[in-house]
C-alpha cells in the first residue's frame, strides 16, 4: 500500500509540476512588458488574416485571465503559435527539431554512461594508487570545461577530419542509403563526443564515489574474506549496490544534458531544439522561445518522475 | 561506551576550533591547496587588472587576430586588442558576476533554509515544496528565457543565475540546521529566554558557517559557468568583456577558420581553471564536514558533485 502511496505522491508531484511551469511560461511571456513579446499575433512580414486567426484562437483582445484560459486550452490541443522567423506552427517546427536531437543527445549520453562508469569502477578499486589519480583528474578535468568551449577545441582538433557543423552534407543530393548514413555518422561524431566527454567527467566522479561507499560495507568485506575474484565482487556485490544512486543521478542529469544540449548545437550548428532556442533568441522569436522552454521544462519534469519510478523499483525500501 | 571514547579524544585534538576549520582542511589536502592558490591568483590579477594589464582595455593594438609575439604572448582578437589585457579584464567581471550571483543565491537560499529547518512543521513543508519545484525545472533555459525577455545587462545576468542556483543551498542548510536545532545547548538557550533571532544568529548559522563556506565556493564555479553559457548565447550584457564575452566574440568572428586558436583557447582555458580550483576548495571543505568520513571503515573519500547546470546535486 506505501508503494502505491508513493507512486501515487509521485506522479501527483509531476502533474502540479508541469501546470506550474506551464504557468510560468505563461506569466513570463504574456505578462511582460513590450508588445513584441506578448503579442503572438505579431509575427512579422505576416497577413491581416494570419494575425485576425491568431488574436482570435489565443483571445489576445480579452483579458490577462481569459488570456490564460484560453492558453491552456490551446496547449491541450497542442497549438503553440506561429513562429516569428518562418511562419511555421511553432510544434511543427518543435517537433522537426526533437526528432534531429533525440540521435545526438542519446549517443553522447550513452557514450558518457558506457565510459564514466567504467573509469569510476577503476578510480574506486584501484584507490590510491596513480590510475585513480589520472581517472580523478581527468574526469575533473572534463566536467570543468564550459561545455561550448569543449566543442570549439575538438573543433579545432578535428578540423579538415571530420566534418565541424550541421547534420548532413548539403551537396550530397539524393545520396544511397550506406553514403548517406554514414554522412549522419560523421556528423553527428563531434557533437556526441562533446556532450559526451562534458557527462563522462560528472558520471565518473558520481560512479566512483558511489562504489567507495559500497566498497567500505561489510558485505563487502565478507566476499573477499571468501575468496571471491575482484571482478566478482565489483559486479555482482559492489556495483549493483552502487548504481542505485547513480541510475537516479544519471536521469536526473537530464537538465544539464538540457543545457549542454543548447551549446553543444550551437557550436555545432545542429538544427535541433538547442540550436533553436539559440536561433529564437537571436531573432527575438518569442513563440518559439516559449514553445521550446515549455518542451525541455515538461521533458526534464517526465524524466525526473521516471527517475523516481526506477528508484522505486530498483530499491523498494524507499517510501518516503 | 562509545561516548567515552570520544570524551577522551577531544582533549587530543585542541586546535579543533571552527574557526580555524577550513584553513586546517585546506592544509591537509594538496589539491584543495592547490585549488586556492589558483583561485587565489585568479583573484588578485582580477582586482588588479586596471593596474598591471599590459595594454588599453579598448585599444588596438596590432593587426586583426594578430599572432602571439614577445609583446603580446598570446596574440591579438578580432579588434587587434592583447588578449592578456582582455583576459585580465575578463576574468575581473566573471568573478563579480560568479561572486554577485553566488551573494543572491546564498542569500534566499540561507534565508529558505534556516527558516525551514528552524522552524519546521508547514513553514518547511511549503519552502521545500517551493525549492522542489525549482529544482526540477532545468536553470539555463529559464536564465535564457528571463535574460532574452529582460535584455541584456550584467544586473539581470547576476539576478537570474541568483535566483535560479539557491536550491542546493537550501537544502543543505536546512539538513544542517535540523541537527543543530536539537542539540541540548540550543534548547538551554531557549530555555534561557533567547528568541529565534537570537538562537539563529548566535547559535545556529556559527554551526552552519563552515557548510555555507563550501556551498559558496561551489556555487561560484556554477554561477561563473552560467555567464560564460549566457554570454555564449549573445545574452551577455554587450558593454562588459566577461570570459564568456570574450570566448563568443572570438567564435562569432570566425577565430577558428582564421586559425586564431589564442583567441580562444585561453579565455576557456581560464574559465576551466577558475572552475576547477573552486571545485577542488570546495569538495575538500564538504569532505571535511561529512562526520561519516571520519569513521575509519566508512572513510572512503566522497567526491560529493555539483553539476555545473541542471541538477544532480540532490540526491546523494
Not at chain 1, 194 to 202: A, C, I, N, P, W
Request: net charge positive; aromatic share 8%; charged share 15%.
Amino acid at each position: 500500500m506505501r508503494g502505491a502511496d508513493y507512486v501515487l505522491k509521485r506522479l501527483a508531484f509531476a502533474v502540479v509540476t508541469v501546470f506550474v511551469a506551464v504557468t510560468i511560461n505563461f506569466a513570463l511571456f504574456r505578462l511582460a512588458p513590450g508588445s513584441a513579446v506578448t503579442n503572438l499575433s505579431r509575427v512579422p512580414h505576416a497577413t491581416q488574416q494570419l494575425r485576425e486567426a491568431l488574436t482570435k484562437q489565443f483571445g489576445l483582445n480579452k483579458s490577462k485571465g481569459a488570456q490564460y484560459v484560453i492558453y491552456l486550452k490551446q496547449l491541450l490541443h497542442g497549438n503553440l503559435g506561429v513562429s516569428f522567423e518562418n511562419e511555421q506552427p511553432v510544434s511543427t517546427n518543435l517537433r522537426i527539431a526533437l526528432i534531429n536531437t533525440l540521435p545526438m543527445v542519446f549517443l553522447g549520453t550513452l557514450f558518457s554512461i558506457v565510459i564514466g562508469t567504467l573509469t569510476g569502477v577503476i578510480a574506486a578499486w584501484r584507490r590510491g594508487t596513480p590510475t585513480e589519480t589520472l581517472t580523478v583528474s581527468s574526469a575533473l578535468g572534463f566536467y570543468s570545461m564550459p561545455t561550448h568551449w569543449l566543442g570549439l577545441m575538438l573543433i579545432i582538433i578535428f578540423a579538415g577530419i571530420l566534418p565541424t557543423g550541421g547534420m548532413t552534407n548539403e551537396f550530397l543530393l539524393n545520396p544511397p542509403f550506406w553514403t548517406h548514413v554514414r554522412d549522419l555518422a560523421s556528423h553527428i561524431t563531434l557533437p556526441s563526443l562533446t556532450l559526451g566527454l562534458v557527462l563522462y567527467g560528472e558520471y565518473t566522479l558520481i560512479v566512483r564515489s558511489a562504489m567507495l561507499e559500497t566498497l567500505g560495507e561489510d558485505y563487502i568485506l565478507t566476499a573477499r574474506a571468501k575468496g571471491l575474484r575482484p571482478w566478482t565482487i565489483v559486479r555482482r556485490h559492489a556495483l549493483r549496490n552502487a548504481m542505485l544512486p547513480v541510475a537516479t543521478l544519471i536521469a536526473l542529469s537530464l537538465g544539464y544534458i538540457v543545457a549542454g544540449a543548447i551549446l553543444i548545437e550551437t557550436v555545432f550548428s545542429w538544427p535541433g531544439i538547442g540550436r533553436a532556442v539559440y536561433e529564437a533568441v537571436l531573432q527575438r522569436d518569442y513563440p518559439m522561445l516559449q514553445g521550446a522552454f515549455l518542451l525541455l521544462t515538461i521533458s526534464v519534469v517526465i524524466c525526473n518522475l521516471v527517475a523516481d519510478l526506477l528508484y522505486f523499483k530498483l530499491d523498494p525500501r524507499i517510501t518516503e | 561506551m562509545s561516548s567515552a571514547g570520544i570524551m577522551i579524544e577531544a582533549p587530543t585534538t585542541p586546535a579543533q576550533t571552527r574557526r580555524g576549520f577550513v584553513l586546517r582542511t585546506l592544509r591537509a589536502k594538496p589539491a584543495a591547496t592547490i585549488g586556492l592558490v589558483v583561485l587565489m591568483i585568479v583573484v588578485l590579477v582580477a582586482v588588479l587588472a586596471p593596474v598591471i594589464a599590459p595594454y588599453g582595455l579598448h585599444t588596438q593594438v596590432g593587426p586583426v587576430f594578430g599572432s602571439p609575439s614577445w609583446s603580446h604572448p598570446l596574440g591579438l582578437d578580432d579588434g587587434g586588442i592583447d588578449m592578456v589585457t582582455l583576459l585580465m579584464w575578463g576574468a575581473r567581471i566573471s568573478l563579480v558576476v560568479g561572486f554577485a550571483a553566488t551573494v543572491v543565491s546564498m542569500a534566499i537560499g540561507g534565508t529558505v533554509g534556516v527558516l525551514a529547518g528552524y522552524f519546521g512543521g508547514v513553514v518547511e513543508t511549503i519552502l521545500m515544496r517551493i525549492t522542489d519545484y525549482f529544482i526540477v525545472v532545468p536553470d539555463v533555459p529559464l536564465m535564457i528565457v528571463v535574460a532574452a525577455i529582460w535584455g541584456p545587462s550584467l544586473f539581470h545576468i547576476v539576478i537570474v543565475i541568483g535566483i535560479l542556483l539557491w536550491t542546493s543551498t537550501a537544502r543543505v542548510i536546512r539538513a544542517q540546521v535540523k541537527s543543530v536545532r536539537e542539540r541540548v545547548y540550543v534548547k538551554r538557550a531557549r530555555a534561557l529566554g533567547a528568541g529565534h533571532t537570537r538562537i539563529v544568529l548566535r547559535h545556529v548559522l556559527p554551526q552552519v558557517a563552515p557548510l555555507l563556506i563550501a556551498n559558496t565556493v561551489l556555487t561560484v564555479a556554477v554561477a561563473i559557468f552560467d555567464e560564460t553559457a549566457l554570454s555564449f548565447l549573445g545574452l551577455g550584457d554587450p558593454s562588459r568583456v566577461s570570459l564568456g564575452k570574450v570566448i563568443e566574440n572570438a567564435f562569432e568572428r570566425a577565430a577558428i577558420s582564421a586559425g586564431a586558436w589564442w583567441a580562444i583557447v585561453p579565455p576557456g582555458a581560464v574559465v576551466a581553471l577558475i572552475i576547477l580550483a573552486c571545485s577542488l576548495v570546495g569538495g575538500a571543505l564538504e569532505d571535511a564536514l561529512n562526520p561519516r568520513l571520519r569513521v575509519a571503515h566508512l572513510s572512503a573519500r566522497t567526491f560529493r558533485l555539483r553539476p555545473l547546470v541542471g541538477r544532480s546535486d540532490s540526491a546523494l
